[in-house]
């Protein structure tokens, strides 16, 4: 999975869509017997004003797969 970090205002196209994160969201969660873990989601408003809300570990996976490409961070 890509390394790239990702932050807001990361310009992205996304089926030749392009959108720009506006947030990072962190969750936590406490697992029993373990330890407490975050999840980043990151919220995506499209210039075609649709808002997305997508789990890093789906947008990096896209992100190799070349489903979505970064042009700007």
Known sequence: ???LELKVGTVIIDN???GIITSII???VWK???PFSLHKNYEIKYFDG???LMPEK???KLID???VE???R
Do not use: P, Q, Y
Request: proline fraction near 0%.
């Open 32 to 34: 029993e017997m373990g």
């Open 1 to 3: 999975m890509s390394n």
């Open 16 to 18: 030749g869509k392009v």
């Open 26 to 28: 962190e969750n936590g």
């Open 50 to 52: 649709l808002i997305t």
């Open 58 to 60: 789906t947008l990096k």
């Open 65 to 67: 797969m070349g489903k």
């Open 70 to 72: 970064v042009i700007a």
